[in-house]
């Protein structure tokens, strides 16, 4: 039986430390059915808001989620 977890993958170095967690956690060898979602600024540029309703409708479906980093709109003000 596969456990399903969303994994939210984040933006920056999100989609990285995302991929990473993924990794180790498939080397425990414990199986998992993997609801991959996008959320962040990226997103929000494209969809208008940083966490769309298909994140919120993965998790209420998986009950268990994991998140990458996410840059907020202040982050980001800071950056450029």
Known sequence: MAY?????R????????AAAT???IDATG???DWH????G???????G?????????SIRQTRTAIKG????????AFAL
């Open 4 to 8: 399903p977890v969303t994994l939210i």
């Open 10 to 17: 984040g933006d920056g170095i999100g989609p990285e430390v």
């Open 22 to 24: 993924q990794i180790a």
């Open 30 to 32: 414990v199986a998992i």
């Open 36 to 39: 991959v979602v996008d959320a």
């Open 41 to 47: 600024i990226d997103v929000m540029d494209a969809e």
């Open 49 to 57: 808001t940083p966490l769309p309703a298909s994140v919120l409708d």
């Open 69 to 76: 980093p996410i840059t907020t709109r202040w982050a980001r």
